[in-house]
C-alpha cells in the first residue's frame, strides 16, 4: 500500500507541477526545488518490494511448496525478543499487569516495538502466496484429484503465513482500506489478489484470490477474534474460505483453525490448533484435519494429522501426517502413492 501511495504521489507531482506558474505565485524571497518521481522513495517501500509475494522465477507445480523462507521473504524476517531487552519486557509487563483471561486484544494498544511494518490485509497476501500451485488445483483429471491438490494447497498456505511475521503483530487495518497485490511469472498466468477491511466491530476482512485465465477463485471472509490466555494469545478466525472451479462447477469450502502466539514474554513463536474441515459438495469428498499443540513436556511442535474421505465409503481415501512447518505426507492404500 505504501507503494501504491508513492506511485499515486509520483503521477501527482507529474501532472500538476509547472514551473513558471509555481515560480511566478512564489512569495518574494522563497525558492521552489523540483524532486523527479524517481527519487520518492523510503527505506518502507524498499521493504514493500522485497517483502512482496513474489514466486521464484522457475517455480512448478511440484516445487512451488519447496521454496525457502529466504527465497519468498529474505530480509524480512525480523524475530522479536523481548527476552534481550529489559526495557521492552518492563513494558510488556506493565501492559499485561492490566490485562484479563479473555481480554479482547484488538481493543489493547500494543507497544510500537511488537508492531510488524504492515498491515494485516498484506500478511493475508502471505498466506496465499503459492501462486502456481493455486493454478494447478483446476489441472487435477478427476474430483479425487482436485481434492488432494486443493487440500495440499489449503496445508501449505499457513508455513507461508508464519514465516513472514516473526511473532509480531500486524497493524489493526482501518475500515474501508484495501490491499492489492499481483504475482506476475513467466511460468504461470497472473493472479490478483485483493483483501478489504469490510466491518471495523467486529473486525472483519474480506478476501479476493483469482486466476481468470485458469477460472479458478478464492472468496472468503474471516473475522479475527485476539484474546489475552495469560502467557499466550489465541487468535480464534472465525469464517469461511471457498475455491471455486468454474471449468468444473466445484466448490471446496474450508474453516480455519486458532493461532496461539507463545511466550509473549520472550521470544514469541506461533502455533496452531484446532480441527478444520475442507468439503467439496459436489463430488462428496471430505476431508478433516487436525492441528495439535505442543504438550508443556515433550511432544512435537506443528503437528498436524487427518485424512480426506469419500461420503459413501467408510474407508479413507488418505491418511495425512506430519509437521506443518516441515514436511507432511498424504499415505494412500496403495503404497506407490505418496505426496509431500
Not at 500486524?170 to 485483493?194: A, H, Q, R
Amino acid at each position: 500500500m505504501l507503494a501504491a501511495q508513492a506511485k499515486q504521489t509520483a503521477v501527482v507531482v507529474v501532472e500538476e507541477v509547472d514551473h513558471t506558474s509555481a515560480v511566478n505565485s512564489l512569495i518574494p524571497g522563497s525558492t521552489i526545488e523540483w524532486i523527479p518521481p524517481s527519487d520518492v522513495e523510503s527505506s518502507s517501500i524498499k521493504n514493500k518490494e522485497i517483502s512482496s509475494p513474489v514466486s521464484a522465477p522457475n517455480e512448478t507445480a511440484e516445487n512451488d511448496a519447496s521454496l525457502s523462507d529466504e527465497t519468498l521473504y529474505e530480509g524480512t524476517i525480523d524475530q522479536l525478543d523481548i527476552e534481550g531487552d529489559k526495557e521492552k519486557k518492563s513494558v510488556v509487563l506493565q501492559l499485561l499487569s492490566q490485562l484479563k483471561l479473555g481480554t479482547d486484544m484488538t481493543r489493547v494498544t500494543s507497544p510500537v516495538f511488537a508492531l510488524e511494518r504492515r498491515s494485516l490485509l498484506e500478511m493475508y497476501a502471505d498466506f496465499l502466496s503459492r501462486p502456481r500451485m493455486f493454478q494447478s488445483i483446476t489441472e487435477g483429471d478427476s474430483p479425487e484429484e482436485r481434492m488432494i491438490r486443493t487440500t495440499k494447497y489449503f496445508l501449505t498456505a499457513f508455513f507461508s503465513g508464519k514465516i513472514s511475521s516473526g511473532g509480531r503483530k500486524p497493524y489493526n487495518p482501518i475500515l474501508g482500506e484495501f490491499f492489492e497485490c499481483t504475482w506476475n511469472n513467466s511460468d504461470y498466468d497472473p493472479v490478483k489478489f485483493t483483501a478489504e477491511q469490510v466491518s471495523h466491530n467486529p473486525p472483519i476482512t474480506a478476501l479476493h484470490l483469482e486466476s481468470p485465465s485458469k477460472r479458478v477463485q478464492l472468496t472468503g471472509h474471516v473475522w479475527s477474534k485476539p484474546k489475552f490466555l495469560g502467557m499466550a494469545v489465541g487468535v480464534e478466525l472465525d469464517g469461511e474460505i471457498c475455491i471455486s472451479l468454474l471449468e468444473h462447477d466445484e466448490e471446496y469450502l474450508f474453516t480455519l483453525p486458532t493461532v496461539y502466539v507463545r511466550s509473549i514474554l520472550t521470544l514469541p513463536w506461533v502455533e496452531l490448533g484446532g480441527v478444520v474441515k475442507v468439503v467439496c459438495r459436489k463430488s462428496g469428498y471430505q476431508g478433516t484435519l487436525e492441528f495439535h499443540t505442543k504438550p508443556s513436556y515433550g511432544g512435537v511442535a506443528n503437528g498436524v494429522s487427518g485424512d480426506i474421505r469419500d461420503a459413501s465409503s467408510t474407508s479413507a481415501l488418505c491418511e495425512i501426517s506430519g509437521v506443518w512447518t516441515g514436511e507432511m505426507k498424504m499415505t494412500f492404500g496403495d503404497p506407490g502413492r505418496e505426496r509431500f
